[in-house]
């Protein structure tokens, strides 16, 4: 059964950087998209990154535009997300996902949490 499996999370001080690491176990599949997801407590999930593999094209959410980047290599099912200048409001689980036409794979989550 195909898993994704993230690391990379960790706890950072305002203004600090993390990158992210996603990636595909047991298997192969097949996807059009993988991207990045965060809950914070109290929260709903949100879309942060996600990248399309038909032509590399992508997407980051409104709060994250110039901060965080999104990359990956679809033959090796990887996707990563490098995240800087971050601040308190970033503080979430972060979740990798996977799909075609809906987001059918998800990873467990890592923790990110940040310091002011």
């Known amino acids: 059964q195909v898993q994704l499996v993230e690391s990379g999370g960790g706890l950072v001080q305002a203004g600090g950087s993390l990158r992210l690491s996603c990636a595909a176990s047991?298997?192969?599949?097949?996807?059009?998209?993988m991207g990045w997801f965060r809950q914070a407590p109290g929260k709903e999930r949100e879309l942060v990154a996600r990248?399309?593999?038909?032509?590399?094209?992508?997407y980051y959410a409104d709060s994250v535009k110039g901060r965080f980047t999104i990359s990956g290599d679809n033959a090796k099912k990887t996707v990563y997300l490098q995240m800087n200048s971050l601040n308190p409001a970033d503080t979430a689980v972060y979740c990798c996902?996977?799909?075609?036409?809906?987001?059918?794979?998800w990873g467990q989550g890592t923790q990110v949490t940040v310091s002011s």
């Open positions: 996902a996977a799909g075609r036409y809906s987001w059918a794979l």
């Open positions: 047991g298997g192969t599949f097949s996807s059009y998209f």
């Open positions: 990248i399309r593999w038909s032509d590399g094209s992508t």
